[in-house]
């Protein structure tokens, strides 16, 4: 953990409201001017610390920015996923710098946020809009032992960790559509892209892409998703710092990442269903330029949605387009 990280924690601990710059510097082993350089440091990115010469630190407001080691602290501890976090004010895509990252082979476990992106990229080619500030747009890199067909698994485990640190954080009641949307109040508040480089017989990295809604006005998105996309902050009328939600997802993602490790996919499997609002629904699905209509009825063992079809068959589909049909 970083000088600044292990600062932040230190700081925001519940049961040391004030902490001395004594104590800072023995934990760390670095002077007491040096403990007050990056405490100025820190103030001047926003953070509001107040000093008194008696208590000695204490941590008033923090800034809604994205700032790499309040994350470490936030995310501490994590076995894989954040365990080294880099913030961009401004990138192209997230999932292409990670994807760069990956070839020059950066360990697993890395996470990129933006602030904003300027080629923000969604599913099936769409682009995924990101204004600065008002929601996270992140991606992270994983390197698991799984066959290329089992990286919908990884999907289905970051849907199922957004939604639940969704839940956990805001008190929202969100759905998954399949494969990896989020939706609250019958609307999209999230979304996933997944990049996968594999050979025939092994995934060599997967890049998870996600994309949250957090604070975005209606203003803020674009005319032609107002229907249909909302923000977290137009679903429970108020505004929510990024940081706690970002590192509430990292966490849940870091522990089921941790489950499929143990193979222990089907636990997730079964948590992904019981929020799934697709399951049981009569839907249409646009795969390529083919159009399938039927009955969703349940996931497989590696992610894929078994669809009943009208001609009673049942068909494996790996990724689509859904639309409800009832
Ligand atoms: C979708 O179409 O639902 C997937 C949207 C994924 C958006 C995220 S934002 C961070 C990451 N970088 C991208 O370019 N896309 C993903």
């Not at 350089?37 to 953070?47: Q, T, V």
């Not at 401004?90 to 996470?111: F, M, Q, Y």
């Not at 998105?221 to 970002?246: C, F, I, Q, Y």
Request: charged share 25%; net charge positive.
């Amino acid at each position: 953990m970083t000088i600044d990280a292990h600062i932040l924690r230190a700081l925001r601990a519940a049961d040391a409201p004030a902490v001395s710059g004594a104590e800072l510097s023995r934990q760390l082993g670095i002077s007491r001017a040096a403990i007050w350089a990056r405490i100025e440091e820190l103030r001047s990115l926003g953070y509001e610390i107040e000093a008194s010469p008696h208590q000695g630190y204490r941590l008033r407001t923090m800034p809604d920015v994205l700032h790499a080691d309040d994350l470490l602290s936030l995310v501490a501890p994590r076995q894989v996923v954040g365990r080294d976090i880099r913030v961009f004010e401004k990138t192209g895509s997230t999932n292409d710098v990670v994807d760069k990252l990956a070839r020059d082979g950066v360990p697993e476990g890395v996470v990129v946020f933006a602030e904003t992106q300027t080629r923000g990229r969604g599913r099936l080619g769409r682009s995924w809009c990101s204004p600065a500030r008002r929601g996270l747009w992140f991606s992270v890199l994983l390197r698991p032992n799984l066959r290329p067909e089992s990286a919908t698994q990884l999907t289905v485990a970051a849907a199922t960790a957004v939604a639940r640190a969704l839940r956990g954080f805001a008190r929202v009641d969100p759905q998954i559509k399949w494969p990896n949307d989020i939706l609250i109040q019958g609307r999209k508040a999230a979304g996933i892209l997944t990049d996968l480089s594999a050979e025939l017989d092994h995934i060599k990295h997967v890049v998870l892409g996600i994309g949250i809604n957090v604070n975005l006005g209606a203003t803020d998105l674009p005319p032609e998703l107002r229907r249909v996309a909302t923000s977290l902050r137009l679903a429970t009328g108020r505004s929510h710092r990024r940081a706690d939600l970002a590192a509430g997802v990292l966490r849940e993602l870091d522990a089921d990442y941790a489950r499929i490790r143990q193979q222990r996919f089907p636990d997730i499997a079964a948590e992904w269903a019981a929020q799934c609002s697709t399951l049981g629904q009569t839907v249409r699905i646009d795969i390529g330029g083919r159009r399938v209509h039927g009955r969703a009825e349940s996931l497989d063992d590696t992610g894929a949605l078994l669809l009943r079809t009208t001609h009673g068959h049942l068909e494996r589909i790996m990724g689509g387009d859904v639309i409800l049909e009832s």
